[in-house]
């Protein structure tokens, strides 16, 4: 793997490690002063709502719209809102606790009628209800929306009593038009010479994995056997997307969507792991780990993909179509977690290891050797673009997919060791 030091680094670091500031926003390698500064609150019908900007553009890092989607959407103020409630089961902190408050209330928000989510809010604090990324459909903002909920109805907090009731009514709204969805059996497809569940086709394995995630959660909430099926049945399908072996090309690696493989959001392994260890399935557990285990370590021997297509040629899953760029932090976030849970369940020191060693690509062991996160100031680039082009913009995805990595990291001493082995 790619390999640098920075002097710079190391003083930051050790800057923010030793900072006194009164409202502790810059803690260990966690620093939320740039999530904070995308984090705003704004008043509607009489209720305040915590809302993420989605873009931020440099050099200056000012909060920017955009005319055609708008300044605020769900899919990033839940995962800022994922983020702030696993920060508060560790730090319960009264500033923390407003925030999940306030982002939840968004979210709850911007449920429509028919039980799914719009996505964007415009400058003028009206949904937009028009763009193809922000109508109310079974796509990722929605099953986004189902996770965090889900993850704020866990917290043991009586402050929070109110709002999760509220959020609990939209769970089990959202939970029955998941049924409705995935009702029937699936079936298998060609594509490609590939068989491929045709929920793969339809829905993608990437956003099936968030909706088992959110699945996952709403069992410890509410346990019930129809919910336990239906885990089961999500799971499976995700396994029907795995390709592959130890010894041949693409090594046990999840298909993403149709007979593509993409880096971001493929939450697969993760969500396999996370449910298996819950409800004590294994073989949700043994197939997460077949990727961890294989696909992982040739993805970091070829320098890491952003994407690429694969087909069955004279009996061999051949690729085409591979895209090394751009790399973004929400292409190894998923990984992240994976290796961490992976570490969690088999208490094996060597995924905490891969765990640190993938975080590495945030402190600058990454083909453009640019360091991506500031620990100082918490700026997270949003991208390589190639081995010598970086984009220096520091947006919500790039910024909360980052401290979703790093918080994952901080829970092993291993992780943490190993990634500062890379500063």
């Known amino acids: ?24 926003t810059c803690q260990s390698i966690i620093c939320t002063k740039h999530l904070e500064h995308l984090y705003q609150e704004i008043e509607i019908d009489n209720n305040t709502l915590g809302i993420i900007w989605i873009y ?11 005319e055609d989607e708008g300044y605020t959407c769900v899919d990033d ?136 995630l959110g699945l996952t959660n ?14 089961h049945k999500l799971g499976d399908v995700l396994i029907s997307a795995q390709i592959g072996d130890g010894d041949r090309f693409p090594y046990n690696a999840f298909l993403s969507w149709r007979n593509v493989w993409h880096a971001w959001g493929n939450s697969q392994a993760y969500s396999l792991l996370k449910a298996g260890n819950e409800l004590k399935i294994e073989r949700f557990v043994n197939h997460g780990f077949k990727e961890i285990d294989n696909f992982y370590s040739y993805c970091s021997e070829q320098g890491f993909f952003h994407e ?5 040629e004279n009996d061999s899953i051949k690729s085409y179509n591979q895209k090394k760029f751009p790399q973004i932090a929400y292409n190894f976030s998923p990984m992240i977690l994976a290796s961490i849970e992976a ?13 640190g060693q993938l975080g590495s ?23 390589i673009n190639s081995t010598n082009e970086v984009n220096f913009n520091s947006g919500a995805e790039s910024t909360i997919e980052a401290l979703l990595s790093l918080q994952a990291i901080e829970t092993s001493v291993i992780a943490v060791k190993t990634l500062k082995s890379y500063m």
């Open 77 to 212: 103020v839940a995962r800022a809102l994922i983020f702030y409630c696993v920060q508060y089961k560790s730090n319960p902190l009264k500033k923390t606790l407003k925030k999940i408050k306030t982002l939840s209330e968004f979210v709850l928000y911007m449920q429509a009628p028919n039980g799914y989510y719009y996505n964007f809010l415009l400058t003028d604090n009206t949904i937009n209800t028009k763009h193809q990324n922000s109508e109310a459909v079974p796509n990722f903002w929605s099953w986004r929306a189902f996770w965090a909920l889900s993850e704020l109805c866990l917290i043991d907090d009586v402050e929070l009593n109110i709002i999760q009731e509220k959020a609990k009514i939209q769970l089990n709204s959202l939970e029955q038009k998941i049924e409705i969805l995935f009702k029937n059996s699936y079936e298998l497809i060609e594509i490609e010479g590939l068989e491929i569940p045709n929920w793969v086709k339809d829905y993608g394995a990437d956003q099936i994995s968030v909706i088992l």
């Open 1 to 24: 793997m790619y390999k640098f030091y920075s002097l710079f680094l190391i003083l930051i670091l050790f800057s923010c490690n030793n900072s006194k500031s009164p409202d502790n």
């Open 218 to 231: 709403y069992y410890k909430i509410f346990p019930d056997s129809k919910i336990e099926n239906m885990i």
């Open 361 to 383: 690509w945030f402190f600058g062991n990454n083909v453009a050797n640019t360091i991506m996160y500031n620990v100082n100031s918490g700026h997270v680039f949003d991208g």
């Open 56 to 66: 931020c553009d440099a050099p200056d890092y000012k909060l920017v719209s955009d």
């Open 308 to 312: 690429f297509y694969v087909k069955m």
């Open 343 to 355: 570490y969690n369940i088999s208490k094996s020191e060597k995924y905490a290891v891969l765990a």
